[in-house]
Nanobody, 117 residues
Framework: QVQLVESGGGLVQAGGSLRLSCAAS????????MAWFRQAPGKERTFVAQ????????YYADSVKGRFTISRNNPKNTVYLQMNSLKPEDTAVYYC??????????WGQGTQVTVSS
């Protein structure tokens, strides 16, 4: 079992930056692939970024590539999402997720990010 708690959301102007954090419980955090998803009002939840457990390789949605960076600190059981050059269309609730195998089975409660124009 893994429990995830996100933090770091807030209101920022377009062009600004935010860093989201996701604190995980559980002794096997280092074996989970971690990811960030987001859900804008009236839209489906979509993938943002992923970092593997094995070699910390990363993968990004095209919409955030070059602006967002996902990273993890295994001793601190924490994954981060550094978001730069934010745009109004980045406004969403951001969710942290974890998977050990093929599907993301564990989710946080979400943190709101609002980007004003």
């Amino acid at each position: 079992q893994v429990q995830l708690v996100e933090s770091g959301g807030g209101l920022v102007q377009a062009g600004g930056s935010l860093r989201l954090s996701c604190a995980a419980s559980g002794r096997t955090f280092s074996r989970y692939t971690m990811a960030w998803f987001r859900q804008a009002p009236g839209k489906e939840r979509t993938f943002v970024a992923q970092i593997s457990w094995s070699d910390s390789s990363t993968y990004y949605a095209d919409s955030v590539k070059g602006r967002f960076t996902i990273s993890r600190n295994n001793p601190k059981n924490t994954v981060y999402l550094q978001m730069n050059s934010l745009k109004p269309e980045d406004t969403a609730v951001y969710y942290c997720a974890a998977r050990e195998y093929s599907s993301y089975d564990y989710w946080g409660q979400g943190t709101q990010v609002t980007v004003s124009s």
